[in-house]
């Protein structure tokens, strides 16, 4: 099978999904339920034993990995200096792969740390094996919605108990950080310091908040069994208080009813990645 299979990881999560057009939705799509006290490389040994969409007899693959990201202009970019540089920003990841892409148009570098095991487990099994940071799709497909409008935009993705929260100016990062999610009112204000510190216009310009899926959004606000429109809604009136124009993104709008979008939990990442494929 020529397509490319998708596994995305998470701390918490295992995904694969891959575009094909014999599937109801144009798109396979299977989570898989992860055992606990077992590493996640051991948890991809024992997917592949079970899971049917592993499989198929895809010769390649992409990894899509969620560990912390750093960002570099590309004019800054020092190969040599990129793991000592990785490792004093970020703990942890000392023995893990450190891979690093170009985003050609961000003009910037993009560093992040796979685990060698689970890279290893991966590269066993596929022919061609290609890396990725959950962030990627996201960071290109807003960067073509910011040229739409003359106002300035700052984005906040919900995602893996994670918020994204990044700006651009024209083809450059004009600023992109994460925080953990621990409540709405975590949320709210990590959102909102941004806001004051890039220097954003409470009344002209735009905040956009995206939710992988509907789970971020009860991981966010602690209810799980709560309407989730309602729960939006708490959440944009909150800001509205601060940024008057903010909105929340429909996957449905935003792909223009596209199949992918009907895929039940399926993360808008893997949405933007499927919808171009």
Same mark, same amino acid.
């Given at each position: 099978?020529?397509?490319?299979?998708?596994?995305?990881?998470? !701390?918490?999560?295992?995904?694969?999904?891959?575009?094909? =057009? @014999?599937?109801?939705?144009?798109?396979?799509? %299977?989570?898989?339920? $992860?055992?606990?006290?077992?590493?996640? @490389? @051991?948890? /991809?040994?024992?997917?592949?034993?079970?899971?049917?969409?592993?499989?198929?007899?895809? *010769?390649?693959?992409?990894?899509?990995?969620?560990? =912390?990201?750093?960002?570099?202009?590309?004019?800054?970019?020092? %190969?040599?200096?990129?793991? *000592?540089?990785?490792?004093?920003?970020?703990?942890?990841?000392?023995?893990? @792969? /450190?891979?690093?892409?170009? /985003?050609?148009?961000?003009?910037?570098?993009?560093? #992040?740390?796979?685990?060698?095991?689970?890279?290893?487990?991966?590269?066993?099994?596929?022919?061609?094996?290609?890396?990725?940071?959950? $962030?990627?799709?996201?960071?290109?497909?807003?960067? +073509?919605?910011?040229?739409?409008?003359?106002?300035? !935009?700052?984005?906040?993705?919900?995602?893996?108990?994670?918020?994204?929260?990044?700006?651009?100016?024209?083809?450059?990062?004009?600023?992109? +950080?994460?925080?953990?999610?621990?409540?709405?009112?975590?949320?709210?204000?990590?959102?909102?310091?941004?806001?004051?510190?890039?220097?954003?216009?409470?009344?002209?310009?735009?905040?956009?908040?995206?939710?992988?899926?509907?789970?971020?959004?009860?991981?966010?606000?602690?209810?799980?069994?709560?309407?989730?429109?309602?729960?939006?809604?708490?959440?944009?009136?909150?800001?509205?208080?601060?940024?008057?124009?903010?909105?929340?993104? +429909?996957?449905?709008?935003? #792909?223009?009813?596209?199949?992918?979008?009907?895929? !039940?939990?399926?993360? #808008?990442? /893997? $949405?933007?990645?499927?919808? !171009?494929?």
């Amino acid at each position: 099978m020529n397509n490319r299979l998708i596994i995305r990881v998470t !701390k918490s999560s295992l995904l694969f999904a891959v575009a094909d =057009p @014999a599937e109801q939705n144009k798109v396979a799509f %299977e989570p898989y339920i $992860m055992k606990s006290g077992i590493s996640l @490389a @051991a948890n /991809l040994r024992e997917a592949f034993r079970t899971s049917d969409l592993l499989n198929r007899d895809y *010769e390649r693959a992409m990894l899509e990995v969620n560990t =912390p990201t750093m960002l570099v202009p590309i004019q800054e970019f020092d %190969e040599q200096s990129l793991r *000592e540089l990785y490792n004093a920003t970020f703990t942890g990841y000392e023995s893990y @792969a /450190l891979i690093h892409q170009v /985003l050609p148009h961000l003009n910037a570098i993009v560093a #992040f740390a796979v685990n060698k095991d689970l890279r290893l487990v991966v590269e066993d099994h596929f022919t061609d094996v290609r890396f990725q940071h959950v $962030m990627q799709p996201v960071w290109s497909h807003m960067l +073509n919605r910011s040229f739409t409008g003359t106002r300035r !935009k700052l984005y906040a993705y919900f995602h893996d108990k994670y918020i994204d929260v990044f700006s651009f100016d024209k083809n450059r990062f004009r600023f992109s +950080n994460r925080f953990e999610m621990t409540s709405v009112n975590d949320a709210v204000y990590h959102i909102l310091h941004v806001w004051k510190t890039i220097g954003m216009d409470a009344q002209s310009d735009e905040l956009y908040l995206c939710f992988a899926t509907m789970q971020q959004l009860n991981e966010a606000t602690a209810k799980p069994t709560a309407d989730a429109p309602a729960q939006t809604m708490g959440i944009v009136d909150l800001l509205r208080r601060y940024a008057s124009k903010t909105y929340t993104i +429909n996957p449905s709008a935003e #792909f223009n009813r596209a199949p992918v979008t009907l895929v !039940k939990g399926i993360p #808008f990442d /893997l $949405m933007v990645q499927l919808h !171009k494929a």
